[in-house]
C-alpha cells in the first residue's frame, strides 16, 4: 500500500526557510592545556570553531508540499544541514570569526597583565632548556 501511495503521490515539497546562524569559538572550552604561559608571553590555542543553525519554523513557509509531518521533519533537516555546509565552507566568515576571537582574547590577556599574547590553532612544543 506504501508504494501506491508513491506511486500516486510521489512527495514532493519545497519550502523558504529562515535560520539564525552562530559561528564562533566557545572560550568555556579553553582549558589549561589551551595556555602556554612563559613570564609577560602567553600562547592560546583556540578551541574548535563552531556552527550552530536555529531554523526560525515560525517564518517558513512550506511551498507545494505534498509531504506528511515525517517527510517535512527530514526536508527541514536537509535545510538544516544546507545552511551548516554553506557556512562552513564561507572562507571569509570563518575569517572575521577568528579575528574578532583573536582580539576577545588579546583584551582579555593584555588587560590580565600580559605584554605579548599569540593566538595559535595548536599550542608550539615547549621550548627546551638549552
Do not use: C
Not at 569559538?25 to 595556555?35: H, Q, V
Not at 600562547?43 to 517527510?71: F, M, R, Y
Not at 535545510?79 to 566568515?93: H, I, M, T, Y
Amino acid at each position: 500500500m506504501n508504494w501506491a501511495a508513491y506511486s500516486i503521490h510521489t512527495p514532493r515539497g519545497r519550502a523558504i526557510v529562515f535560520a539564525d546562524v552562530r559561528l564562533g569559538y566557545d572560550f568555556g572550552r579553553l582549558e589549561g592545556s589551551s595556555l602556554r604561559i612563559q613570564g609577560s608571553h602567553v600562547d592560546v590555542a583556540l578551541p574548535p570553531l563552531e556552527v550552530k543553525v536555529e531554523l526560525k519554523p515560525g517564518e517558513t513557509e512550506i511551498i507545494g508540499s505534498n509531504l506528511d509531518s515525517a517527510q517535512t521533519t527530514l526536508l527541514l533537516e536537509k535545510a538544516r544541514e544546507a545552511f551548516e555546509r554553506e557556512v562552513k565552507g564561507d572562507a571569509r566568515l570563518k575569517e572575521r570569526a577568528r579575528r574578532s576571537a583573536e582580539n576577545t582574547l588579546r583584551v582579555l590577556f593584555l588587560s590580565a597583565g600580559f605584554r605579548e599574547v599569540n593566538v595559535v590553532d595548536v599550542l608550539p612544543p615547549p621550548a627546551t632548556a638549552g
